[in-house]
């Protein structure tokens, strides 16, 4: 199946609680459409480069997901139907990462995975 990363950006007002049972329910629906999810992480509640929707700042949150591309396109427009979802992003890579990420351990030596193609940016409110 083919490897992506998918990070989403939550609304400031929702509570942590909040943001793990959307987090759930995103990742419940790409296993319940044939997928797995390898990695999630929590990157917190973080400052945003502008404002969005009247929102400063956005809970961020990261899958690597082993998943079929109809499933990943599902999890996606849901994202785009859920009001408390500011932006979301999904790219294919080629390697899956399965410990803590750059933005988790600060700035360091190692590789990132390459981005392969960019799945959607419906979303992203501009181009890449």
Do not use: C
């Amino acid at each position: 199946m083919p490897l992506y990363e998918s990070t989403f950006i939550v609304r400031q007002d929702m509570s942590l609680n909040d943001v793990e049972k959307l987090t759930e329910n995103f990742s419940k629906i790409i296993t319940d459409n044939g997928g797995q999810v390898a990695y999630t992480e929590y990157w917190g509640l973080r400052n945003l480069s502008y404002i969005i929707n009247k929102n400063k700042k956005g809970h961020y949150v990261m899958f690597s997901l082993d998943a079929p591309s109809s499933a990943v396109d599902e999890m996606e427009r849901l994202m785009r139907l859920n009001e408390d979802v500011l932006r979301n992003a999904t790219f294919k890579v080629e390697s899956l990462i399965t410990e803590a990420s750059h933005m988790m351990k600060g700035s360091s030596d190692d590789e990132a995975p390459d981005v392969v193609e960019v799945v959607s940016n419906d979303n992203l409110g501009g181009e890449i």
